[in-house]
């Protein structure tokens, strides 16, 4: 059943960039234009909230003046907010003393207070928490196997069953970095949820939006009419598919080759990159070494290339009758075009 | 944090109060990044300074026994902001490992893209992050006196740049509403489309691969650069301009501002943008392929030039333990005892190094970071090389070795001349950067802007070169290679912010050691093994004050400045103290008076 809430007519935007990240989401979201930061911010889309933003990479204030925010969110002085998380989270638990990753100064202790203990005190109060990007989502590669951290995602961390304020779940915008027009997109969505003018993001089983992780990067590539006709690239710089040189596309879900990475440009598959599977939970360990050609996709790869070259030889053929102009364009006194004239 | 985090200083066992103040975190940055100072508001200058970061993520610890092939899509997540140069520096690190060379047409799409990369971060820094530092808002906040001033002052180079006065200029810094800083975010975005046409994605690559890139080299591939690429060329004839009469006013308005970050000239280039069809990724050729660069490797130290060698600047690499929260590796011996070409490799070498992680309470008597310190020996002392945020550091090392001459870009052994060709709105514009007298927070931003002029530059003649590839039919960007089963191997490049080497020794066909040191350590590293403060403590130590706020409403704005001017790049927060007497009282940094919208 649909989440509805009354429409909020202002809202706090908490960003808390200091997860075991390298903030790369945080300068994605600056490269968004559908929309941009300044639309968000300057209150360009009729209806939505006027949003403050709380954000360590733009804010004009330093230090503990940033910090404010945060602390007064744990008091409960600045619902209703969203609360962001760039940054995969560590287990403090491991370990006798210090910290991996911490944000701001306890003004108590004057101890630094940690990435966990920010979460353990603002997501009870969050209206919605957005994990930004793999790290966050899943723990990414910082979580990576042999990693030192015990580094976790924040479902990990708060729970899968976890819900905030608002009746959301963790709402997991993956992709490393997350894809700027992803997130934006996800942030438009929530803002429309908190105007009381859409419901929630629907999400699927894994916490990502629904519209945006549906399809694979296959399903969405450009260059999949290659597979279907089995020709496959050997070399990086082809132009040609790229499952046998490691392209994990045809089993990843993505949008980024439909997308672009931005307005249109760039992406992955779709311009000589393999899909290295970076928004999926199981990244990076069950995707590596990247460079080699998927275990899964010899069979497949095989199966199809019969098929494929038949394929393509008929379309070849087709491709050289369309490749030529029909006989009637041409100079002379003498009209061939099969034209009947009444009179001239 | 408590009064007694810090160590006692003599200053203040003399009876000299200082007050504490505490940033942390710094914001406008990237990453984490903690400096706690002392200041004498008597005297008006910072006493004492310490800078921490509060990140660890293990990178050469979970690297170990992986496929070496994956170290630059891994290594790449290491920074979200210029993560394409750890791609780069691994893919060339690689290539020397694999004894693979990129062909001429996958070096002019890697250096295209890379420049690209430049224009992109040097411009959002600048125009949206420390530009914000010298906007209308913060200096009337924090120098109301210089506001008056500049509202009043002319601006010398109006013609170019279109603003009449300094205040002109500062109003468009204003965040997200100033023209300059909302014209700054959109040119980032072209920018970055500029980048993802040759590296598929900002900011972790797609398309890079040791052997060269995946790109088509295709006419539109260039043409769609080049038509933004000039774009951004009317942008720069405007913004260098605008930027030298901000930053000339700062010296005439505030007399002295000269010392405001300054430290010792000791600045550190490792050269970028190989040179296509010159570089075999040998390290046996690598003092002559790093002289081809299209920016100069080189030390400099006290204004001279010590060697642009890269051979010898890899020999002298170090990495000091300091006050981080690592345990030493020394017991566990050497990895690599020669270089390829026999030269002895010390056990502080990054090719020996090695992380083990000890965390512990953050404690200024020991230790407080989670950074090491990297110096460099030049035989008889390590010194504290900075990067100076990058582009002074490139500049000068370019300068003086006079080796660069492209047309578009030219080094003439003490200035740097970038000629612009004349576009859809502006007629040709010849730049000239020169040596400046100081190492300093407004050279280091000024040094900034023109750096995305040289970017544009590189690029216009990398653009001419793919066209002429292009012509010959020499389209192909990628080489095969295979991975030994023993190696070591080293890449060298410039990431935005300054120096970045990788250096990976392979065993048995994996990663036995991979030691990725990017500029942040350089100039963010806490006090080394022998008391050395590493450069930004070095820097906000002395910073003079200039700011008309008393403690009671103190923003730090000089410090600040002297900061950001290095481009932090980490997790970080700046603490300091402010005095007179001899207690120690503890001040936050003052509320905001309002928040952005």
């Known amino acids: ?344 | 944090m408590s009064v007694r985090d810090f160590p006692a200083t003599e200053e203040e066992r003399g009876g000299r109060q200082l007050i504490e103040m505490a940033w942390d975190p710094i914001t406008r940055i990237v990453g984490n990044l903690g400096i706690y100072t002392k200041i004498d508001f008597k005297q008006k200058q910072v006493a004492e300074c310490y800078s921490t970061s509060s990140i660890f993520r293990g990178y050469s610890v979970f690297m170990r026994g992986k496929d070496p092939r994956d170290a630059h899509f891994i290594t790449s997540r290491i920074c979200g902001i210029c993560g394409d140069n750890h791609a780069s520096c691994s893919v060339y690190c690689q290539n020397m490992a694999y004894g693979v060379e990129t062909p001429p047409m996958g070096e002019v799409i890697m250096n295209l893209g890379e420049s690209a990369e430049y224009m992109f971060d040097h411009n959002i820094f600048q125009e949206n992050l420390v530009g914000v530092d010298f906007c209308e808002k913060m200096v009337r906040e924090t120098n109301p006196g210089v506001w008056e001033k500049a509202k009043n002052t002319a601006a010398p180079r109006a013609e170019q740049h279109g603003y009449r006065t300094i205040g002109e200029i500062m109003t468009a810094l204003n965040p997200f509403d100033g023209e300059i800083y909302k014209l700054g975010l959109q040119y980032s975005r072209m920018t970055r489309e500029m980048f993802c046409l040759m590296e598929g994605r900002h900011v972790h690559p797609s398309t890079l691969y040791p052997g060269g890139p995946g790109t088509n080299a295709n006419p539109q591939t260039f043409t769609d650069y080049l038509v933004r690429l000039m774009r951004y060329v009317e942008w720069m004839k405007r913004c260098v301009p605008l930027h030298d009469d901000l930053f000339d006013f700062f010296y005439d308005a505030l007399p002295g501002y000269e010392h405001v970050g300054e430290r010792r000239v000791l600045l550190g280039c490792w050269g970028a943008l190989n040179h296509e069809g010159e570089c075999d990724f040998q390290y046996r050729h690598m003092t002559t392929w790093g002289r081809k660069m299209y920016v100069t490797p080189g030390i400099v130290v006290d204004g001279k030039l010590v060697t642009n060698d890269l051979v010898q600047i890899n020999l002298g690499l170090r990495i000091l333990l300091g006050h981080s929260y690592y345990k030493d590796w020394e017991e566990q011996g050497k990895l690599v005892d020669r270089d390829p070409i026999g030269n002895p490799v010390d056990i502080r070498h990054p090719w020996n190094a090695r992380q083990i992680p000890a965390p512990q309470k953050r404690n200024f008597d020991g230790n407080y970071s989670w950074v090491m310190s990297p110096r460099w020996f030049d035989g008889q002392n390590y010194l504290a090389l900075d990067t100076g945020g990058g582009p002074i550091a490139r500049l000068w090392s370019t300068a003086l070795s006079g080796l660069v001459d492209v047309g578009y870009v030219k080094a003439t052994g003490n200035s740097v001349v970038i000629t612009l060709p004349k576009g859809a709105t502006l007629p040709e514009m010849q730049l000239e950067w020169k040596i400046p007298k100081w190492s300093n927070a407004i050279e280091r931003d000024r040094a900034r802007t023109y750096f995305q002029a040289y970017a544009a530059g590189i690029a216009l003649y990398s653009i001419d070169k793919s066209l002429e590839l292009l012509a010959k039919g020499e389209t192909k960007t990628w080489e095969s290679f295979k991975v030994p089963k023993e190696a070591i191997s080293v890449g060298f490049t410039e990431a935005v912010r300054g120096v970045l080497s990788h250096h990976m020794v392979i065993r048995d066909g994996k990663i036995e050691n991979y030691q990725p040191w990017p500029p942040t350590p350089w100039n963010a590293n806490p006090r080394d093994s022998f008391g050395t403060p590493g450069p930004y403590e070095d820097a906000v130590q002395n910073t003079p004050i200039f700011e008309e706020n008393g403690p009671e409403n103190f923003k730090g704005i000089d410090i600040m400045r002297a900061v950001r001017s290095f481009d932090p790049c980490l997790p970080c927060g700046v603490h300091m103290y402010v005095g007179g007497g001899r207690t120690i009282e503890r001040i936050h940094t003052p509320f905001a008076a309002e928040v952005v919208p």
Not at chain 1, 53 to 81: I, N
Not at chain 1, 120 to 142: E, F, M, N, Q, V
């Open chain 1, 1 to 344: 059943m649909a989440i509805k809430i009354p429409p909020i007519p202002e809202i706090n935007l908490l960003w808390l960039n200091a997860g075991l990240s390298c903030d790369g989401d945080s300068v994605s979201l600056t490269n968004a234009t559908l929309p941009s930061v300044e639309e968000i911010v300057l209150g360009s889309i009729p209806g939505l909230p006027k949003v403050n933003v709380y954000w360590p990479l733009v804010a004009y204030e330093v230090g503990d003046e940033f910090l404010q925010a945060f602390f007064k969110a744990e008091r409960g002085e600045m619902e209703p907010f969203v609360l962001v998380v760039e940054g995969s989270i560590p287990n403090e638990k491991i370990k006798k003393e210090g910290y991996w990753t911490s944000f701001g100064n306890d003004p108590g202790t004057g101890e630094p207070i940690t990435v966990n203990d920010w979460l353990d005190r603002l997501s009870p109060k969050a209206l919605a928490i957005i994990a930004a990007g793999t790290c966050a989502t899943y723990g990414g590669i910082h979580a990576m196997y042999g990693n030192p951290t015990g580094a976790m995602g924040v479902p990990d961390y708060l729970g899968w069953n976890w819900k905030s304020k608002a009746g959301l779940p963790v709402i997991c915008v993956p992709g490393c970095p997350v894809q700027p027009d992803n997130m934006a997109e996800t942030l438009l969505h929530l803002l429309l949820f908190a105007a009381g003018k859409a419901g929630p993001p629907p999400l699927d089983e894994m916490l990502r939006p629904k519209w945006l992780f549906d399809a694979t990067v296959h399903e969405g590539c450009d260059r999949a009419g290659y597979y279907e006709e089995g020709n496959f690239a050997k070399e990086y710089g082809s132009q040609k598919c790229l499952v046998k040189i490691g392209c994990w596309g045809p089993v990843v879900k993505c949008n980024v080759p439909k997308r672009g990475w931005m307005d249109g440009i760039g992406g992955c598959p779709n311009v000589g990159g393999i899909c290295m599977a970076c928004t999926m939970p199981g990244f990076p360990d069950k995707y590596m070494p990247f460079m080699d050609e998927p275990p899964g996709s010899t069979l497949s790869t095989t199966l199809v290339t019969g098929y494929g070259r038949f394929i393509r030889t008929l379309r070849s053929s087709t491709i050289h009758t369309g490749d030529k102009e029909p006989k009637w364009r041409h100079k002379g006194e003498q009209l061939t075009t099969g034209y009947i004239p009444e009179a001239y």
